[in-house]
């Protein structure tokens, strides 16, 4: 059987450290019901990371591409170091500073992303700040960084190279780790520490004028390590100014877009209750317009019926008036008659 695969592991390694075990049995279950035995052992050995090697695991996870410029940086770091190059070593150092600040920050913000993280206040940040430092002062600290698979953090307070941190790399191949995880002494350990002392007491003149030389150049690098973190401190002062400088600024133009905001506010506020009032008199208007329609729909009738009523008045009384004349016709006719017979 080929073992577990590289998707599988990274995800373990992926998991909160207080549900990696539970995760890690869950896997090794699956695979022994799957009949792959060799895989389940191989699972099975995998040891739970502290909380700071899980960060850095995320990171190496989750961002690949950024562990892959550290290491390239810490390679360079290196070289610079050994050729006691000192402005190039300046250089590189203060982008390392550069680096580390941004990596912890995106570690910061994978854990936000993680429902199961520990809380903000509560991840052990320091101790991922000195892992990245120490990946930069060791090759194969750097690489164990790039695999994302860690136990634990790495520390380291010195300048140049490091023997070998206190770090370790998971495969799925590992054996079962100790209690101590720490390599046993081989007999006579001890008792073959004062060798070498006898032989630095036989050793040349030369030797002496060589670890002279190399302490001076220790010095001399180190004296550079101090110069770039100088002027690191100058060059966040003087970025510290321009950005306050910048946000005074930009506070200013605030004040002035908030004071322009409440006035656009408070003239629309006026203009709301303009036509607000506007609209009210034009539904006051409308509505003595249609009483007024109805006045003068009234008004045309009360005129027609008192037209008709004229016109009748008016027959009658000429029928009125041709019947009076008509009985003074007989009249006058009458009195005639009764002349003439006298």
Do not use: C, H
């Not at 590289?6 to 799957?34: C, G, H, I, K, S």
């Not at 050994?82 to 941004?102: D, K, M």
Request: hydrophobic share 40%; proline share 6%.
């Amino acid at each position: 059987m080929p073992g577990p695969s590289t998707e599988l592991v990274q995800q373990l390694y992926r998991t909160p450290p207080d549900r990696f075990v539970a995760a890690r049995d869950a896997a090794v279950a699956d695979a022994r019901r799957a009949g792959d035995p060799s895989t389940a052992r191989q699972l099975a050995r995998l040891r739970r990371p502290t909380v700071a090697a899980w960060l850095v695991n995320l990171l190496a996870i989750r961002r690949p591409e950024l562990v892959a410029d550290l290491v390239e940086l810490a390679d360079e770091l290196r070289t610079a170091q050994r050729e006691l190059r000192g402005p190039r070593l300046r250089e590189l150092s203060a982008q390392r500073r550069a680096v580390v600040g941004a990596l912890v920050a995106e570690v910061r913000k994978l854990a936000a992303a993680e429902p199961d993280a520990p809380p903000a206040g509560r991840l052990p940040l320091a101790e991922v700040e000195a892992t990245l430092n120490a990946a930069f002062s060791d090759a194969e600290v750097a690489e164990q960084v790039r695999a994302g698979r860690l136990l634990r953090a790495a520390s380291y307070a010195g300048f140049g190279e490091v023997p070998r941190p206190q770090l370790r790399l998971v495969t799925g191949d590992d054996e079962e780790p100790e209690e101590d995880e720490r390599p046993a002494r081989r007999p006579g350990a001890q008792r073959a520490r004062p060798e070498p002392a006898t032989r630095t007491d036989r050793a040349a003149p030369g030797t002496d004028r060589a670890a002279s030389r190399k302490d001076r150049a220790a010095g001399r690098a180190e004296q550079a390590e101090r110069a770039a973190q100088r002027a690191a401190r100058a060059e966040r002062a003087r970025q510290r100014r321009a950005l306050e400088r910048e946000l005074a600024l930009a506070q200013a133009d605030q004040k002035r877009v908030e004071a322009e905001l409440t006035e656009a506010t408070g003239q629309e506020r006026d203009g709301v209750a303009v036509l607000d009032g506007i609209e009210a008199e034009l539904a006051e208007l409308e509505r003595r317009r249609a009483v007024a329609e109805q006045d003068l729909s009234r008004a045309k009738l009360a005129r027609r019926a008192a037209e008709r009523a004229v016109a009748v008045a008016r027959r009658r009384a000429g029928e009125v008036e041709g019947a009076i004349e008509a009985l003074a016709a007989e009249e006058g006719d009458a009195d005639g008659g009764a002349g003439a017979a006298d």
